[in-house]
Structures are given as structure tokens and as C-alpha cells.
């Protein structure tokens, strides 16, 4: 293991945030999770850019948070080093809620045929003391599983391989896991630029389509220029009138002159073989003058939410994390 980078965080900034629609009762998102989310601070880089978590050598990725038993966070990212590998990392917060991290440790490196020369955009979920991994490498998806976080020991095939039958393209990445009130899993992956999703009753599979299709596509947001959408961030909860709902934030990609930003789509009391995603009636988040990249959601309190974002800086990505309103109104909750 290593020393890394790690930038300390001094406080929450609100002027980047963009307002979401208020909660109306279960008509909305649950505050804790939409709406006016704000960059939790720190020191900016001379081009603006405010990262909790920047790689030494070259760059980090695709952030996905999981709690340990003493309420640390294990921060896993894609990092992809100066000399050119493209592994999948672990960081640990020193002390919890505090967001500092330290030592970078390699956890998975490409080593099956299927997999090519990359493996990245980790997605860790806890199931009964195993942590589960999903993981994209060589165009497919894959699953690794591991009793302390550190050594993971993986399926010998992909989980999910691309399907033009299902409307996807030659690759899929990004996956994103969850599991739902009954108990069963869902998986947002994209393909393409648009969302997908898939269910199973383990998250060693089989995993099987929701639908014959994308569950979101460019077409669906009302701008003009969106070009793709990516990166998908699932989460599974409960909205304050008791309704279930399924809520997937993304990174939205216009025409080469604007800077990305970050939509949700949710669906309610939907099952997961029948969902009906409609969008947030806006963005979660948006950067004037840098691009912003969806990564995990991290519940901290019902009332205070995060949201796990990598975002560029100088030709390199860093990590960051976005706030809920709940959590800025009670000024620092993480410190």
C-alpha cells in the first residue's frame, strides 16, 4: 500500500447547487435524496475544481462508498495510474464521517481471459458480511465477492454481455447495484448513452433485463443537445408517505461545449419486472464551468444524503461528494 493525495474537507459550498423540485408528499422524491444539492468543500485547484480525494499519480474514478462495521467509509474507485494500467482501488476514511482518507490499496486487476487489460467502475454492496463487487472490463459487466473488502475472489464469466437484441451497444459499463424491499437486486448499467436495467435474485446472478430496452434515453430530457446519457447511481427507498421508490442519478452529456451534469430519474411502487421512470423536473446538480460525473449515493441520516461524484481537473478526474439540504442546513453534519 500507499500514500495518496488526500484533500481535507473544511466546509459545504452552495453556489454551484442546482434547486430541485420541492416535495409534494409522495409525488416527489424524498427531500433526502433531491433536490438542491451543494458541493461539500474543500480546496479548490486553480481551475475551480474541489475534490476530497485526488490520486497522486494520475487518476480516480467512478466512486462507490460502503460503511464498515466501526462506520468508516471504504471509497473504491477506478484508478487509472501514469503508466496506463486501469485497476480498481481501495481508500479508507480515517475516522467516521469525517471524509478524510487514507493508503490506496489495489484490490482487483484484470487476470481473466474475459476481461482484457481493464477492469473498473466498481459498485460494492454489503449482503450478510460479504461485500459484493460489480465491475465493468472488456465491453461486459462482472461480480467478485469478498469477506474482508481487501482479496476478492471473482466469477470465472461476465455476469451480463452486450445484447443488441436488448437496443445496447458493442460495450456496456458503469454498473450500478441495489437491492430492493423484497429482497431481490437491481442493476443500472449504460450502453450506448443510454440506461439500462437488470434484476436477480442473487448478485451472483443469473441476471436477467428489465424490458426489451433502455429505461432512459437522451429523448427523454426536455433540453436541446443532450447527447448521451452515463454513469449511473442506483438507489432503493421509501418515500415519506411509505411508497417505494427506485431513484437512478446520471451524468448527462451535452454537445462538446457544456459541461456534463447530473439528472435523476425514479420510478414508484412499480415492480422492479414493470418500472416507469419519469425525470426529476431538474438537474440534481450542475457546474458552470467544469464537467461533474455521478458516482454512488451514501445515506448519512434520514435527513442528510450524499452523492459520490468524480469531476475533471486539469486532464485527470478527482473525487468529490455533493449534500443533501438537510445535511447544509445542519451546517457541517460530517464533521
Not at 500514500?3 to 409534494?24: D, E, H, K, Q, V
Not at 444539492?37 to 485526488?54: C, E, H, Q, R
Not at 473504491?76 to 490506496?104: K, M, P, Q
Request: aromatic content about 6%; some cysteine; hydrophobic content about 40%.
Amino acid at each position: 500500500m500507499r500514500r495518496i493525495g488526500t484533500i481535507a474537507l473544511l466546509a459545504l459550498s452552495t453556489s454551484c447547487g442546482a434547486l430541485g423540485a420541492p416535495a409534494r408528499g409522495d409525488r416527489d422524491l424524498p427531500s433526502s435524496l433531491f433536490g438542491g444539492y451543494a458541493v461539500v468543500g474543500g480546496p479548490t485547484s486553480p481551475n475551480g475544481s474541489t475534490a476530497l480525494v485526488a490520486a497522486d499519480d494520475g487518476s480516480f474514478d467512478e466512486p462507490s462508498v460502503i460503511r464498515g462495521a466501526e462506520g468508516r467509509r471504504a471509497l473504491y474507485v477506478t484508478h487509472r495510474s501514469g503508466d496506463g494500467r486501469v485497476r480498481i482501488a481501495r481508500l479508507t476514511e480515517r475516522s467516521a464521517n469525517h471524509l478524510r482518507f487514507d493508503e490506496l490499496q489495489t484490490v482487483l486487476e484484470p487476470a481473466l481471459p474475459w476481461e482484457g487489460t481493464a477492469v473498473s467502475s466498481p459498485s460494492v454492496l454489503a449482503i450478510d458480511g460479504v461485500l459484493w463487487m460489480a465491475y465493468a472490463a472488456n465491453g461486459a459487466i462482472g461480480v467478485a465477492r469478498s469477506s474482508d473488502g481487501a482479496r476478492f475472489e471473482r466469477e470465472a464469466e461476465p455476469i451480463l454481455r452486450a445484447s443488441a437484441m436488448h437496443d445496447e451497444g458493442a460495450t456496456l459499463s458503469a454498473p450500478s447495484l441495489a437491492r430492493l424491499s423484497d429482497g431481490t437486486f437491481a442493476m443500472a448499467y449504460a450502453s450506448s448513452g443510454k440506461l439500462f436495467l437488470a434484476r436477480a435474485s442473487s448478485v451472483s446472478g443469473p441476471w436477467t433485463r428489465v424490458g426489451f430496452g433502455a429505461i432512459a434515453t437522451p429523448r427523454a430530457l426536455e433540453e436541446g443537445g443532450v447527447e448521451s446519457l452515463g454513469d449511473p447511481a442506483i438507489f432503493a427507498d421509501t418515500t415519506a408517505a411509505g411508497r417505494s421508490i427506485v431513484v437512478i442519478a446520471a451524468t448527462v452529456t451535452n454537445d462538446p461545449r457544456t459541461p456534463t451534469a447530473i439528472t435523476a430519474f425514479a420510478s414508484y411502487d412499480a415492480t422492479i419486472d414493470r418500472p416507469t421512470f419519469s425525470r426529476a423536473e431538474r438537474p440534481l446538480y450542475a457546474e458552470r464551468s467544469a464537467s461533474v460525473f455521478a458516482g454512488s449515493f451514501d445515506r448519512v441520516d434520514p435527513r442528510t444524503t450524499l452523492l459520490w461524484v468524480a469531476r475533471t481537473d486539469s486532464g485527470r478526474r478527482v473525487i468529490g461528494a455533493l449534500i443533501t439540504p438537510g445535511g447544509q442546513r445542519a451546517g457541517n453534519p460530517l464533521q
